[in-house]
């Protein structure tokens, strides 16, 4: 095993040692304070040194988890070009963002704290939101192109509202409410709907 393979592999044993407290913090409704990077060393088998040579704080640790997030979730943006009807390409994309969300409600929580905390992690989580706004935009400019969608508001614009009120809707299931997912799901898919096409049958 080479230098960089053995430290790719001790990064990832930290990551994997984070998760997993994460995952059982979770079941205890702990906070990101409550974790101790001693322990997430132990666990990946590593010195306390060796995270700070591969993170600056737990809240860049959390942030470098959430890339597997953001990454299903992309992947289900490309549902929006899809060769279904409309509805049932915003819903196939709704449908995966809310996946995404559930496989890593725990590192979602994290994040939260996360980003309350650390200018740096929030500069990521911006700029990691904002990469999503390109595509979204795009579909919305196709659809008015080809007709199935009216003119109205800079299409950036009505993508960026958009995917704040995903965050909004996740952060919302993640902290808890009366709504269900299926409901706040349902809710989210006819917003999109209107606001793009004005009805909910394009």
Known sequence: M????????????????????LREQSLEEGTLD????????????????AFYFYFENK?????????EMYDAA????????????????IAATISGLFDAWESHQHVFRAMLDAKATSPAVRE??????????APVAAMIEAERA??????????TSIAAVLLDLNDRMLERLALGGALTRPQIQAAVVEIWLRTIYGRTTP
């Open 146 to 155: 080809g007709g199935r969608a009216p003119d109205g508001v800079d299409a």
């Open 2 to 21: 080479t230098t960089a393979q053995r430290g790719d592999a001790r990064r990832t044993a930290l990551l994997e040692s984070l998760d997993e407290i």
């Open 34 to 49: 409550s974790i101790n990077i001693a322990e997430i060393s132990r666990r990946a088998g590593v010195t306390r040194s």
């Open 59 to 67: 809240q860049a640790a959390v942030a470098a988890l959430m890339e």
């Open 124 to 133: 990521l989580w911006d700029n990691d939101r904002h990469s999503f706004i």
């Open 74 to 89: 992309f992947a289900a943006t490309g549902e929006l070009s899809g060769d279904a009807t409309p509805q049932d390409n």
